[in-house]
């Protein structure tokens, strides 16, 4: 409540200045082809969330669960917490709805999601780490910071991709191989740099900063939105990206981050809403037909 308070007293002062006619012809100014390219970069952010889940359930053994449904699962589950928030019970819900009627168990269940988090763990502290180290602002402080994520990436695959099995009483789960997670590692990358960048191409060109240093703001921002348990981080993200960004041009940076809740957050969550609704509906039917 704390962080949400401050991020809307940091909203009003940022944006109190603004007039209708203003923010209505930032919206006007953007290009068409931003959007697209916008979508584009939101479709392959998703790809990659979706691949986690079916990376993670491969190298656990679990056969029984298509790749198309694992996938399905795990970009479901991230479209629907991004927008609602509280990724730990919505996430974890979708999932463990979609994968049980596919047979997996609760401890499955939760060593995907583990692996999925780590996976998204893995693309913040590589893409953060990349940003610090060729950020042309960086000085010898944050390059020192860079480094010292890069090490504890290596440490985390290091430590995690041995193939291992962990015993939890009478249940057992499967570590990924080192080839796991690499393979996670660079999704995780990929997804967290075509996230970043989605919003980064409808930013004003007048208002862009480097793309290293927009990543290092847009990951922050992303953290206090988790931290403030706000559905989806709304109006923490924004005020933080504000603060964080120029102070000209202000309008048009509110557009660009209106229009990436749109596409990012609203677009997903929409298409997952109505997927999860039919998978529901068949359930159901198969039900009714199955009683005698």
């Known amino acids: 409540m704390v962080v949400l308070a401050l991020?809307?007293?940091?909203?009003?002062?940022?944006?109190g200045g603004l007039s209708q006619a203003e923010i209505a012809a930032a919206f006007h100014a953007v290009p068409a082809r931003r959007l697209w390219l916008c979508a584009s970069l939101t479709g392959i952010s998703f790809a990659a969330l979706g691949s986690y889940d079916a990376i993670a359930v491969r190298s656990m053994g679990l056969l029984?669960?298509?790749?198309?449904?694992?996938?399905?699962?795990?970009?479901?589950?991230t479209a629907i917490s991004?927008?609602?928030?509280?990724?730990?019970l919505t996430a974890t819900a979708v999932r463990y709805r979609l994968f049980t009627r596919s047979g997996l168990t609760g401890l499955d269940v939760a060593g995907v999601t583990a692996f999925s988090w780590t996976a998204l763990a893995f693309g913040f502290i590589s893409v953060l780490a990349a940003a610090m180290l060729v950020s042309p602002s960086s000085g010898g402080s944050q390059r020192a910071i860079g480094l010292a994520l890069l090490f504890i990436l290596l440490a985390g695959i290091r430590l995690l991709?041995?193939?291992r099995q962990i015993l939890f009483w009478d249940h057992s789960l499967k570590l990924p191989s080192t080839r796991a997670a690499l393979a996670q590692m660079g999704?995780?990358?990929v997804e967290m740099a075509s996230a970043v960048?989605?919003?980064?191409?409808?930013?004003p060109d007048a208002a862009a900063a480097s793309f290293p240093a927009f990543c290092a703001l847009y990951i922050g921002a992303v953290l206090l939105g988790i931290a403030s348990h706000a559905p989806g981080g709304l109006g923490v993200f924004e005020a933080a990206m504000l603060v964080g960004s120029p102070a000209q041009g202000r309008a048009g940076i509110l557009a660009a981050l209106l229009l990436y809740r749109v596409i990012y957050?609203?677009?997903p969550f929409v298409l997952a809403a109505a997927a999860l609704a039919g998978e529901e509906a068949r359930a159901a039917l198969s039900s009714t037909a199955d009683k005698p």
């Open 197 to 203: 960048a989605a919003l980064y191409v409808l930013i």
């Open 7 to 15: 991020a809307l007293y940091s909203l009003v002062r940022n944006l």
């Open 161 to 163: 991709g041995t193939g």
């Open 82 to 88: 991004s927008t609602l928030g509280f990724h730990a």
């Open 64 to 77: 029984r669960v298509s790749l198309a449904r694992s996938w399905f699962a795990g970009a479901a589950a």
């Open 187 to 189: 999704l995780g990358a």
């Open 265 to 267: 957050n609203l677009g």
